[in-house]
């Protein structure tokens, strides 16, 4: 079969669009790690009135230079003082309350010795110190979180700030996962003979879409049977928005699931690409579903999971993947020797600000060694068309933690 490029199925990967996005209004303390379908704008300035930053005394600031101030009144929090302030007077005032009429500067209680029921200035401060100013935080009519933001903790306070009870954002997509392999044992499984090995794809891919915004739905282990993979693929598809399977896409007698996917009347995007590791990965879609079948060994499920099942689940929530492509320079020398695309896997450290990348204690092997992605580790990416480089050469990385 012929491959494409591996840039040919990014760009028909990025072409492809959302018929109808999923939104919903959640209330609020639910929404962390949710996407914003709209934009969130003030509706009103904050603070609204010239506030006090401090507790202190609050004076016109003209009158600090009269050494001594009769204290007019009490303005605690929460509270207002309608009477303004007179002219060689001044008002306690403490943080967070308005500033009363008449007052333009706060000066600190540390700044003053009270003497029964006047203040003696001890150190002066400048004009409109410690006075937060109309819209000092935001003004009525800023967008304050753009649609497409993924909400964290500093969201969800301006928003409820703002007094918005339930922001309207994606549904997270549902992920269905499965794996195929007559061979596999699940978590807990005894092991019955040799030939059998324990599966990891499925959790690893569980633990992916979790960490990604994605809500997993765990389906387990199938054997290579057609009939028993697609009634699988089938009641996953109904329950999920994508279903990624591991296994069954290669050119074996038991590599069913590229078969199961068209029985299922799903349109084919493509199907193998010129990577390493990863060449027989296939991705269909019917309407706004998806299938992602990724090959079988661990470390080649879990690269293309990376390339290319976050990109669809990110697109479901009209936004980009948080996964970083950086530079970095080469501490040793990597030989280049297949013209594939290729994601090998590289530890990488911070020096100075720069990041570098050395191989030490990485395996040569099959795309099974799943090991080579503990630790401090990204993925070196090299076009089909690169050559060999050398120490101090610089490269691209994918950050994957």
Not at 201 to 228: H, M, P, W
């Amino acid at each position: 079969m012929a491959f494409m490029h591996f840039d040919e199925s990014i760009r028909l990967m990025n072409d492809v669009k959302i018929k109808k996005f999923k939104t919903v209004k959640r209330y609020l303390t639910d929404t962390l790690g949710y996407v914003l379908a709209e934009d969130i704008i003030a509706d009103h300035n904050s603070p609204a009135f010239p506030t006090s930053a401090m507790d202190g005394y609050a004076v016109r600031h003209e009158d600090l230079v009269l050494g001594r101030l009769k204290i007019q009144s009490i303005n605690p929090a929460g509270s207002t003082v309608d009477e303004p302030l007179k002219s060689g007077e001044s008002i306690k005032t403490f943080t967070g309350s308005l500033m009363p009429h008449g007052a333009d500067t706060l000066i600190p209680i540390e700044n003053v010795t009270v003497q029964g029921d006047e203040i003696i200035i001890n150190q002066e401060v400048p004009y409109g110190f410690s006075v937060r100013a109309i819209g000092e935080n935001y003004a009525k009519g800023d967008r304050l979180i753009a649609k497409g933001t993924q909400i964290n903790f500093t969201h969800i306070g301006v928003m409820a700030s703002l007094n918005i009870v339930s922001p309207l954002v994606y549904e997270k997509p549902r992920v269905g996962i499965l794996s195929t392999g007559s061979e596999l044992l699940e978590l807990g499984e005894s092991q019955r003979n040799d030939a059998q090995i324990r599966s990891s794809n499925n959790y690893i891919l569980e633990a992916i879409v979790k960490k990604y915004g994605g809500e997993a739905l765990q389906l387990g282990c199938i054997t290579d049977n057609k009939e028993s993979i697609l009634n699988a693929v089938s009641d996953a598809f109904y329950q999920s928005d994508i279903v990624v399977t591991t296994g069954g896409v290669s050119v074996g007698d038991f590599d069913f699931v590229k078969d199961v996917i068209v029985e299922l009347g799903c349109e084919v995007l493509f199907k193998g690409v010129r990577i390493k590791p990863g060449q027989h990965i296939m991705v269909a879609r019917k309407e706004d579903k998806f299938i992602i079948a990724l090959p079988g060994f661990a470390y080649s499920s879990t690269v293309t999971a990376l390339l290319y099942l976050l990109p669809f689940m990110a697109k479901l929530q009209n936004t980009r993947p948080s996964i970083k492509i950086i530079k970095a320079t080469l501490k040793e020398p990597f030989n280049k020797y297949i013209p594939k695309a290729e994601f090998t896997a590289c530890n990488y450290s911070i020096q100075d600000g720069k990041y570098f990348v050395d191989f030490q204690g990485k395996k040569q092997g099959t795309s099974a060694i799943l090991t080579n992605m503990l630790g401090a580790t990204a993925l070196l990416f090299t076009a089909e068309d690169e050559t060999p480089k050398f120490a101090g050469d610089e490269v691209e990385i994918v950050l994957i933690d």
